[in-house]
C-alpha cells in the first residue's frame, strides 16, 4: 500500500492481514518508508490498535530499528514489526491497525492501515472483576472509598494483582497497587481509599479510573468507574482603588489631552473551577463613558489571582466644577456553578474635572463679572436680607413662588422655564401706616407682594382657600395676607406673651387649624369652625419648656403628619415632640394634647444643649408616617412614626418617652447644620440645604432608607457659599426651589 499524498513521505506494507493466536510463536510484518523529500530525514513508527487502552506496563509489539538512521532523498527504510502478544487482553477477532510513521525533520506524517485477526486459545478467563459501585461523588479535602470485587473460578489457586488505574496516584493512599491470592471458587473485596487535596489542586471534573486484575493462569481483566469531584469555593473579586481622577493631579494650566483612567480589578480563583471572565461596566454614568479591557477576557486557574486593566475614557467639559461619574463593574463567569464571584459586584468612582482648572475660570469670571458691572449698573431684582423661607403654590405653568426675607419683604415669583422672574403684575403700594419699619424700603419694588414691619421669619400658604398667605414675624405677630394685593386679612398673636419670635406655621389640610412654633418653647394654636370665619384672637398655649423642665427649647421647626393626627415641633437637646391630638376624640380641634418625646441619639450619647434639630419633613399625602429630621452635626434621620410606642406615664404633668422606629440615618459630607428638608410628592427622594452652601438630592429605597447604589453621598444640585436657610419641592416640575443668605431666591432643576 502506497500514500504519497504530500510527496514528503510514502510508505508500503508487506501484507494487508495478518492472524495472530496467543499460543503459537510471534508474527512480524515489514514496512517499507521512502524519503521523497528534498533533505535528509529519519524515520520512528508507532503502531495504534482500535479500541486499545494504553498500559505502560503492558507491551504487545517491538520494532527493528526502533528509529531509523537520517537517509538522503531518494532513500528507503524498512522496518521490521513483531507482534507477540494480544493488543486488548483478552479480545478475540479483529482488530485494525494504524501503522504511524513520523519524521521529526519533516514534521509529517504517515498512516497505512492493516487488519489483524486474533484467535482464541485454551487459556480460560479464571478471574473476574467488578465494580458494586460504579458511580462515585466527593468534594475536595474529603476521602472516600472505592469497594472493588475479584471472584475466581478456577481449579487452582490464583495469585493476583489488582491495580488502580486512571486517577492521580498521589490521591490514593498507601499503594495503587493490591496483591493477594484466591482460592478456588473464592472471592474478596478490597477497598482503594482516595484522599482528594484541597480545593485548588482538585479540579472539578469526571475522573474515569480502571481497576485491572492479573494473575498467574488467567488474562487480565478490568472494570471502569466514574470519579466526579464537585464544585466548590468562589471567586474573590476586588480592587485596590475604587475612586480615580482624570486628570490624577488638578492642573495649575488647562490640560485637555488627560481624559481616562484606569481601574486595577483582581480576580482570585478559590475554587476548584478554571474560569473564564466577562466584565461588563454598569451602573448610573455608564453611557457616558467608553471602556477597554485587558484582556478582554481573564482566564483564572485554579489557586491563580488574574488581574484586569479597566481603561475609562469619558468627555470632559471646558468649564464648569469637577462631577463624579458612578460605575459599576460586574464579572460575568463561564461556569456559573458556584453563582457570582464574591462580592458580585465593585462600585467604581471617577471625578472629573474641567479642562480650564476652577482657579482660573474664577479669575476669568471676577473679570467678566467686574466688566459688565461697568457696562450694566441696573440693580437686579432680589432681597437685601436673608431669605428665610420659600413656598411653592400652583402646578404646571401656572406654578409660583412666595419668599419671606430679613428685609421684612414677601416677594412673588413666577416659575419660568428654568429661572424665576418677579411678578410684573405685584408691585409695592406702600400706605400711610407702613411707613414706619424696622427694615429699610425695597429700592426695587417689582414683585413685592408685602412689606411688613418686622422681618419675616416663616410663610405658608393657607390650604382649601389658596389666595391667602401667613407670615411669622420676629416681633410674634402672625398675618394673614391676600396674594392678589398683599393686603392684610387679619392679625393673630398671643397677647399674654408679646415679642415671641415666630419661627415656624403650619395648617391642617382642612384651614381650620393653625399653628405656630415661638422662640420661648410654646406651641400655639388657633382653631375656627369654618373656613369662611376669621382665627379667634385667644390661642391655645402649650408650653413645651415649663413640661420638659428646660430653662430654653426654642421650637425650630414643626411639621403635621399627613392625616393631620400628630404634630411634630423640634428644637434643642437633639430632640423632637410628639404632640398627638386626644385618641378618644380623633377628630376634635386640637386642644386637649398629648405630648411624647424623643431624643435622638447619634453614637455620642444624648445631645448637649447646643444641639438641635433644625428641620422636619413628612412624606406628602401619604398613608404612612415618615418623617424626615436633620441637625446641627448635619446628621439625616428617617423615621416611622406610625411603629411609635410611648412609654406609660401617670404623671400627666410630665411627658412620655416615645420609642419610635428608625428606618436609616447617615452624616452629610461637611457635618454642618442641615437647616432645611423636603420630601417629593412620592416619596423617592429628599432634598436638604444647609450651613455648607449646597442643596442636596438623597434618594430613597421604597423601604425609606438612602439608596446607596444612586447616591450613597447624596447628589449635590447647587453648591453656594453662603447657608441654605429654606428649600420647597415640586418634583412633578423636577424642581427645587431655595432661599439662602447671599439673599437670593433660586431654581434647581432635578434631572
Given amino acids: 500500500m502506497n500514500n504519497n499524498s504530500d510527496n514528503l513521505i510514502s510508505a508500503s506494507l508487506s501484507t494487508q492481514s495478518l492472524t495472530y493466536r496467543p499460543d503459537k510463536p510471534e508474527i512480524s510484518f515489514e514496512v517499507t518508508v521512502n524519503n521523497d523529500s528534498d533533505r535528509f530525514a529519519n524515520f520512528q513508527l508507532e503502531i495504534i490498535a482500535a479500541g486499545e487502552i494504553r498500559n505502560p506496563n503492558y507491551s504487545w509489539y517491538r ?34 491497525l494504524s501503522v504511524k510513521i513520523f ?58 494483582l489488582l491495580r488502580f488505574i486512571g486517577i492521580d496516584a ?57 470519579l466526579e469531584v464537585l464544585p466548590i469555593g468562589y471567586i474573590n473579586f476586588s480592587t485596590p482603588q475604587n475612586n480615580q481622577k482624570t486628570p490624577s493631579r488638578r492642573p495649575w494650566l488647562p490640560d485637555w489631552k488627560s481624559n481616562s483612567a484606569s481601574y486595577e480589578l483582581l480576580f482570585k480563583n478559590v475554587s476548584n473551577l478554571r474560569q473564564e471572565i466577562n466584565l461588563q461596566i454598569q451602573g448610573r454614568d455608564w453611557r457616558k463613558c467608553t471602556f477597554k479591557k485587558f484582556p478582554e477576557i481573564a482566564n483564572v486557574n485554579l489557586g491563580e489571582t488574574a488581574k484586569v486593566i479597566l481603561d475609562v475614557k469619558t468627555k470632559r467639559h471646558w468649564v464648569g466644577i469637577g462631577k463624579t461619574i458612578f460605575l459599576e463593574a460586574k464579572p460575568e463567569l463561564s461556569d456559573q456553578r458556584l453563582g457570582s464571584t464574591e462580592p458580585a459586584t465593585q462600585s467604581l468612582e471617577l471625578e472629573v474635572l474641567p479642562i480650564i482648572p476652577l482657579w482660573l475660570q474664577l479669575a476669568i469670571l471676577a473679570l467678566l463679572a467686574a466688566l459688565l458691572a461697568l457696562l450694566f449698573r441696573q440693580e437686579a431684582i432680589a432681597h437685601t436680607a436673608s431669605v428665610n423661607s420659600v413656598r411653592i403654590i400652583g402646578s404646571g405653568t401656572g406654578s409660583s413662588v412666595v419668599s419671606a426675607s430679613n428685609d421684612c ?43 411688613a414691619n418686622n422681618p419675616i421669619l416663616a410663610v405658608r400658604f393657607v390650604p382649601v382657600e389658596n389666595n391667602s398667605v401667613a407670615i411669622g414675624l420676629e416681633n410674634g405677630k402672625i ?11 387679619s392679625t393673630l398673636e398671643d397677647s399674654q406673651e408679646q415679642g415671641d419670635k415666630v419661627f415656624d406655621l403650619g395648617f391642617s389640610k382642612d384651614s381650620l387649624n393653625l399653628f405656630s412654633g415661638s422662640g420661648k418653647g410654646k406651641v400655639r394654636v388657633w382653631s375656627r369652625g369654618l373656613i369662611t370665619k376669621k382665627f379667634p384672637e385667644k390661642p391655645v398655649v402649650i408650653d413645651l419648656e415649663e413640661q420638659q423642665k428646660l430653662t430654653r427649647f426654642p421650637i425650630w421647626a414643626l411639621a403635621l403628619s399627613p392625616d393631620d393626627k400628630m404634630l411634630i415641633v423640634s428644637g434643642e437637646f437633639n430632640r423632637f415632640l410628639i404632640l398627638s391630638r386626644n385618641q378618644n376624640q380623633p377628630n376634635s380641634p386640637f386642644k386637649n394634647i398629648s405630648v411624647e418625646r424623643l431624643e435622638k441619639i447619634d453614637g455620642n450619647g444624648r445631645g448637649g444643649q447646643d444641639d438641635s434639630v433644625l428641620s422636619l419633613a413628612f412624606i406628602p399625602d401619604s398613608p404612612e408616617k415618615i418623617l424626615a429630621t436633620s441637625d446641627s452635626a448635619g446628621l439625616i434621620a428617617i423615621w416611622d412614626l406610625a411603629q411609635c410606642k410611648p412609654t406609660s406615664n401617670n404623671n400627666q404633668q410630665q411627658i412620655n418617652d416615645s420609642n419610635c422606629k428608625l428606618l436609616d440615618h447617615w452624616q452629610d459630607e461637611s457635618k454642618k447644620p442641615i437647616r432645611t428638608l423636603a420630601f417629593s410628592e412620592d416619596g423617592k427622594f429628599l432634598v436638604s440645604g444647609g450651613d455648607d452652601g449646597r442643596v442636596v438630592v438623597w434618594y ?36 427645587v426651589i431655595s432661599g439662602s443668605e447671599d439673599f437670593q431666591v433660586r431654581l434647581h432643576q432635578i434631572k
Fill in 170 to 226: 498521589s490521591w490514593v493512599t498507601n499503594s495503587v497497587e493490591r496483591r493477594f491470592t484466591l482460592n478456588t471458587g473464592s472471592q474478596t473485596e478490597v477497598s482503594f481509599r482516595c484522599e482528594l487535596p484541597s480545593v485548588v489542586q482538585a479540579p472539578s471534573l469526571n475522573y474515569l479510573f480502571t481497576v485491572e486484575a492479573t494473575s498467574n493462569n488467567s488474562y487480565p481483566v478490568n472494570a471502569e468507574g466514574n
Fill in 479 to 489: 398675618e394673614l395676607r391676600q396674594i392678589s394685593t398683599g393686603e392684610i386679612v
Fill in 409 to 451: 419683604t414677601l416677594r412673588f415669583w413666577r416659575i419660568r422655564t428654568d429661572s424665576l422672574e418677579a411678578d410684573e403684575n405685584v408691585t409695592l403700594k406702600l400706605k400711610p401706616n407702613e411707613q414706619k419699619s424696622k427694615c429699610v424700603q425695597p429700592r426695587q419694588p417689582k414683585g413685592v407682594l408685602a412689606f
Fill in 700 to 735: 430613597l429605597t421604597s423601604s425609606h432608607q438612602l439608596d446607596k447604589t444612586k447616591s450613597p453621598k447624596g447628589i449635590t444640585i447647587f453648591r453656594g457659599s453662603k447657608k441654605i436657610r429654606s428649600i420647597d419641592v415640586k418634583s412633578s416640575q423636577g424642581i
Fill in 103 to 160: 519524521s521529526p525533520q519533516l514534521a509529517r506524517e504517515r498512516r497505512v492501515l492493516l487488519r489483524l485477526e486474533i484467535e482464541g486459545d485454551n487459556k480460560p478467563n479464571l478471574i473476574s472483576v467488578e465494580l458494586p459501585i460504579r458511580m462515585f461523588q466527593v468534594y475536595p479535602g474529603n476521602a472516600i472509598d472505592i469497594p472493588v470485587r475479584v471472584r475466581t473460578q478456577g481449579q487452582v489457586a490464583s495469585n493476583v
Fill in 63 to 96: 520494532l527493528e530499528p526502533e528509529v531509523s538512521a537520517a537517509q538522503p532523498h531518494g532513500s528507503s527504510t524498512k522496518f521490521q514489526v513483531f507482534i507477540f502478544n494480544t493488543p486488548i487482553p483478552g479480545f478475540v477477532g479483529t482488530v485494525n
